[in-house]
Each structure stands twice: as structure tokens, then as C-alpha cells.
């Protein structure tokens, strides 16, 4: 079992079929294919199975998976170590669409200008999708908005961040649940920890009668807010990046308003290249620029 076999086994993994896993190895399908054959061959077990016209992990492919991730993870350290280097390969990150819109931009651009042989691979989700992409080694680390009690997981505060109700602008002033009676809920959908915040104030007993419209993007939602199709919960932060945003802010009581962005990672399973992010984050000026924001 080499190396290249389980970075080629990896990518058909992650890609989810053999001609995309090849455009980006640049390899043709055809070698691809050969290559995971002979894998499956040496170690006597079927890694994939086909589902819809997509390949999917076996049980052992998936046990695999956590193996190849280390030892392919191990390589780069020790090849980082011995020669002396920067960090360098594939840094694999998630983060909330806000979070990404509001503040990755020039965090990513400086940890680029410094480790230039790192590239980024950065995927969106909802808070709970990307915790699981997290322990599921799908990503190495990811910017969520609520950080579980799991001992598997550390984490690093970050950013700090208030929510605010928003509507159109001829929307009558909010100050209490009472005052959306009949408006339309626009979010992302359910695993989103801001959804579950405006949830919570609006109360459980209100929640079967709310008419809830799921969104995947801020833009959009930001744009049916301001025609007047409902109600949503948005950072301010998202807010001053959508340009002429005609809709009206309402704040929050802090105990639903305030929250801080932390970074979380498999705690036993750090990596050079997410080390040196973790080091920016500390010490960036931009990182305390933006965490003081709203304090």
C-alpha cells in the first residue's frame, strides 16, 4: 500500500466518483479506475459501492479513510520537518456562509501571502453539518457558530458577533415575538445555529404556526426579506457586505444577540498547515480588528 495509492483513494472519496477525482488529480478516468483496483486488490476488501451514479464508501473503505487521512497527514509533517520547510499541501476548511462572506477574505489572503505552498479548500454549511464534517475528517477544521461538548473537539474563539432581526422597511418596529404574528420565516435550513437562536425567541409555542421559507444563501434571503415575503435572522457583520440592503434591523436581547465565532479541529489531530492559520488567527491584527468590532 503507497502513498499515491491512498492520495488517489482519498480523492475518488472525497470527489465522489472516479472522472471527477481524475480532473482533479489530472489523470484520466481509465488510470484512475486502475489504480483503485489494484488497491482493492492488495488489501482483499471492496472499498466503494455505487449509489445513483455516485460511488460511496463501504465499511471498509470508510475505516480506510480515517487511516489514509493520518498517514498521508504524517507524511507532510515529517516531510515539513526533515527538509525544514514552510507548511505546505492541502488545507481542507469549513465555514458558515456568514462567516465566509464577512470575515475569511483577508484572513485567507494573509495566510496565503505567508504560506503561499498551502492551498485552501474551503466548503460551506450549516453549523451542524460542518461540526460533522469536522469529526468525520472530511474537513480539518471549520468556523462555526456553537462549539458541542465534545471531547474530540478543541477550540479557539474568534470573532465576536451580534445578530439582528431583519424585515422590510415598512415593517412595523420589533420588539417581542408578538410582533412578527403572521410573518414568514426565511433561514437556512435545519443544523443552522442561527435559526435555532430565533427559534428560541420566538418561543416553542409559536413554532408549529410559523411558515418557514429555507434559503441557502444571505443574498438571497437578505432579498426576500426586503420585498417583504418574511422575517430572518442575519449577523451584522453579513449585513454591511450586501450592498444597498433596504431592509430594517431589530435588535436582539444580548442573551439571543451576542455570540462569538469559534474555529474547532479534531483535538488530537493537528497539522502544520492548520497550526500556521491557528498562529495568524492569534496574532493577526485583522483577526483582533474584527473581534473587537462589537465590543
Known sequence: MELSDLHIFRTVAREGGIVRAARRLHRVPSNITTRIQQLEASIGVQLFTRQHNRLALSQSGERLLVY???????SDEARSAVAGTAPSGVLRLGALESTTASRLPAILAAYHKVYPDVSVELMTGTNDALTAAVLDRRVEAAFVAEAPSNKELARQPLFRERLVI???????PIHRPADVNGDSVIAFPNGCYYRRVLQRWLGERRLPSIRVLELASYHAI???VASGTGIALAPESVLETVQHAAVARHALPKVYSDIVTPLVWRASEPSPALDALREILANSRITKRLASNLQ
Do not use: E, F, P, T
Not at 166 to 172: M, V
Open 68 to 74: 489514509a487521512d493520518q498517514m498521508l497527514r504524517l
Open 222 to 224: 437578505v432579498a426576500c
Open 166 to 172: 431583519i424585515s422590510c422597511a415598512r415593517h412595523a
